[in-house]
């Protein structure tokens, strides 16, 4: 570490301003695909005299709007980024160059960017001009912020979650907790988090309003509506939402597209075949690292969609809500359906969070 204490800050520090820098990423949720979120923050003689994120594939990195703020208050500054500086030329030049010619004196980093593209090079290109580098701060709290970023690097496919609600007794229900407490808030900021969401359009008959992120100027993922079995006796339902009409139609027979969808804007993709890796492949194409597969509705597409994904472990996570509802049971509807767990696939990172209202508990898949 720094032995002059003077000009410099203390390496005890180091975890609190990459703890800033991911917060001033996380203003960019939801809009920075394919890129990751990232935020940087110079500190010089114990202040932050410059600071910045991405705030939007083809803008400017993190750094580069940290350093404008910093001027020439960079020289001789310590510069923190949550995401190892890319060395290459993208839509934008080489953070690292930028760094260089601020002459910053150091450089501490959350993660290595997973990209091919930076990969160490980004911190070798420092080291070597003899920036003094520390690399892994903070590097789990980095790594989760772009989980999908990192899951699309590796796999070169999104991050796929699923997302269900349950009675406290343990069924599967299609209401959202937003509606049966009216606190509001927990689907939508989940909605604002994705690229995109995947609905069945059994979702929306006799609606025309779909889902969206409430919060004003939010990120509205794109509503991927899957129509199975289509015919021109069923036909894609009209589903809008004039203010968030980011909706496209995935369908099996071109019969079931109507002129009205067409005069809305609404995109239809005829398959032969709906599945999973076509709908992953295709969110790919489009730069996209999330899709939340969102079970709601009493559906069969769903149950082929969930086993599809989790056999071909094309699921990752899940997202579930705990309501505060009882299921009552019936004669049609066992109250006690109990079922041998022997052969269920483990999961594992569980996290929850909760009110007197609901509980979220979101996991990973085990494969
Ligand atoms: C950084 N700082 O703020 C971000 C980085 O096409 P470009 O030029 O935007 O480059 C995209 C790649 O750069 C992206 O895939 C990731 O590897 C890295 N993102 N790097 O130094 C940033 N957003
Ligand atoms: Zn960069």
Not at 34 to 52: L, R, S
Not at 295 to 304: A, I, K, V
Request: aromatic content about 6%; hydrophobic content about 35%.
């Amino acid at each position: 570490g720094p032995s002059d204490g003077e000009s410099d800050v203390r390496d005890c520090d180091n975890g609190f301003y990459i703890r800033k820098c991911v917060e001033l990423a996380r203003k960019a949720v939801g809009f920075t695909s394919p890129n990751p979120m990232v935020g940087c923050v110079i500190v010089k003689d114990g202040k932050i005299v410059g600071q910045g994120f991405h705030p939007k594939a083809g803008q400017p990195h993190a750094e580069v709007f940290a350093l404008r703020e910093a001027g020439d208050m960079a020289e001789n500054a310590t510069a923190y980024v949550s995401l190892e500086p890319c060395n290459h030329f993208g839509r934008t030049p080489p953070c690292t160059e930028a760094l260089i010619k601020a002459k910053v004196k150091k450089v501490v980093v959350g993660m290595v960017d997973p990209n091919p593209l930076v990969e160490s090079k980004g911190l070798a290109r420092l080291r070597n001009v003899g920036i003094e580098v520390v690399v892994g701060e903070e590097e789990e709290l980095c790594k989760s912020l772009n989980e999908a970023f990192v899951h699309r690097m590796l796999t070169g496919k999104p991050l796929l979650t699923l997302r269900y609600s349950l009675s406290v007794n343990g069924n599967f229900s299609d209401l959202l907790g937003d509606r049966v407490t009216e606190c509001g808030g927990y689907y939508s900021r989940l909605l604002q988090e994705y690229d995109s969401v995947i609905l069945p359009s059994s979702l929306f008959r006799g609606k025309v309003s779909i889902p969206a992120s409430q919060e004003p100027g939010a990120n509205q993922p794109l509503r991927i509506i899957i129509h199975k079995d289509a015919s021109s006796s069923n036909k894609i339902p009209l589903v809008v939402n004039e203010a968030t009409d980011k909706v496209i139609v995935f369908t099996d027979n071109e019969t079931a597209t109507t002129p009205e969808l067409a005069k809305k804007g609404i995109e239809t993709v005829i398959l032969d075949q709906i599945n999973l890796d076509v709908i992953l492949d295709y969110c790919n194409r489009q730069g996209m690292c999330s899709v939340l597969l969102d079970l709601r509705g009493n559906s069969s597409e769903y149950e082929e969609l969930v086993k599809e994904g989790i056999q071909k472990k094309n699921i990752s996570k899940f997202v579930t809500e705990i309501l505060p509802i009882w299921n009552r049971g019936s004669e049609t509807d066992p109250l006690i359906p109990v079922k041998s767990l022997d052969q269920g696939i483990q999961v594992e990172k569980l996290k929850s969070k909760g009110s007197d209202q609901n509980v979220i508990i979101e996991g990973h898949f085990k494969f």
